[in-house]
Nanobody, 114 residues
Framework: QVQPVESGGGLVQTGGSLRLSCAASGSTFSINTMAWYRQAPGKQRELVAVITSSGITNYADSVKGRFTISKNNAKNTVYLQMNSLKPEDTAVYLC????????WGQGTQVTVSS
């Protein structure tokens, strides 16, 4: 069983930065990809960034050049560095560890004020 726990959300002004962390407890040997999703009120959940076990990354077009996903295998932690934040980035950000099964964290709120 893998339990991801997000942290690092908060309130920031337009143009600011935040760094989200997602630490997973339990055995992660079966995990192939780790990802960040977000869900804004009234909108569908969308994939923000993903990183594979070998370190390959991919990003949503809306965050390319502004967000960076990374991981620390020794700490079973995945990060999302968010720069040049915009009001449209406001959402609950959720961490996902995916392998044989898919595991979700509870989410952390990110609010970007204009």
């Amino acid at each position: 069983q893998v339990q991801p726990v997000e942290s690092g959300g908060g309130l920031v002004q337009t143009g600011g930065s935040l760094r989200l962390s997602c630490a997973a407890s339990g055995s992660t040997f079966s995990i192939n990809t780790m990802a960040w999703y977000r869900q804004a009120p009234g909108k569908q959940r969308e994939l923000v960034a993903v990183i594979t076990s070998s370190g390959i990354t991919n990003y949503a077009d809306s965050v390319k050049g502004r967000f960076t996903i990374s991981k620390n295998n020794a700490k079973n932690t995945v990060y999302l560095q968010m720069n040049s934040l915009k009001p449209e980035d406001t959402a609950v950000y959720l961490c996902n560890y995916n392998g044989v099964r898919s595991y979700w964290g509870q989410g952390t709120q990110v609010t970007v004020s204009s």
